[in-house]
Antibody, heavy 122, light 107 residues
Framework: EMQLVESGGESVQPGRSLRLSCTASGFNFGNYAMNWIRQVPGKGLEWVSVLTWNSATRGYADSVKGRFTISRDNDKKSLYLQMDSLRVEDTAVYYC???????????????WGQGTLVTVSS | DIQMTQSPSSLSASVGDRVTITCQASQDINNYLNWYQQKPGKVPNLLIYDASNLETGVPSRFSGSGSGTDFALTISSLQTEDIATYYCQQYHNLPLTFGGGTKVEIK
């Protein structure tokens, strides 16, 4: 069964850092671009970041550019999101999501994890 | 950044009704538009990609149309299991952007 499992979410104070992880199983992780998408509970979806299968292309939402860094380790089948200088408005459930097509930047997401909650509060 | 505007933000319809949700882009995005369904307490599910292509396994009562700036998601005959929030998403440019969502309820 193909699966994505996020971890690392917790409650932190503004200005602190956090690193999220997403571990894949059941498919060849290294063949796919991967994304982080967040959702404030009860609100809409916000795309956060993308990293292509070969790490050639990184993209970020304006709201996180310069503060968040996406990375991956294909040998460990893992995607990461380093979140620095956290703000109250970064509070959300963070999902990792797989691009639908292999060796491509298709930018539509066919497999999602269950999410990990990040709460930024003083 | 490309802004995506969905309407309505919510709707209530009867089982068997034809339901249409619209999504408007702030600039021409060709057909680089996807639709997702998010049921309560669940993660989003890809319904339509490239504006009109039905994802494998999605019921044929769902269809997508449009190009340029104006798009629509249609449910030809609403079922109780279609209760969900629907989102459009453009991928013409980074950053990728979603519409605000349309919550569909049964009357």
């Amino acid at each position: 069964e193909m699966q994505l499992v996020e971890s690392g979410g917790e409650s932190v104070q503004p200005g602190r850092s956090l690193r999220l992880s997403c571990t894949a199983s059941g498919f060849n992780f290294g063949n796919y671009a991967m994304n982080w998408i967040r959702q404030v509970p009860g609100k809409g979806l916000e795309w956060v970041s993308v990293l292509t299968w070969n790490s050639a292309t990184r993209g970020y939402a304006d709201s996180v550019k310069g503060r968040f860094t996406i990375s991956r380790d294909n040998d460990k089948k893992s995607l990461y999101l380093q979140m620095d200088s956290l703000r109250v408005e970064d509070t959300a459930v963070y999902y990792c999501a797989r691009d639908r097509d292999i060796f491509a930047e298709s930018y539509y997401f066919d497999l999602w994890g269950q999410g990990t909650l990040v709460t930024v509060s003083s | 950044d490309i802004q995506m505007t969905q309407s309505p933000s919510s709707l209530s319809a009867s089982v068997g009704d034809r339901v249409t949700i619209t999504c408007q882009a702030s600039q021409d995005i060709n057909n680089y538009l996807n639709w997702y369904q998010q049921k309560p307490g669940k993660v989003p599910n890809l319904l339509i990609y490239d504006a009109s292509n039905l994802e494998t396994g999605v019921p044929s009562r769902f269809s997508g149309s449009g190009s340029g700036t104006d798009f629509a998601l249609t449910i030809s005959s609403l079922q109780t299991e279609d209760i969900a929030t629907y989102y459009c998403q453009q991928y013409h440019n980074l950053p990728l952007t979603f519409g605000g969502g349309t919550k569909v309820e049964i009357k």
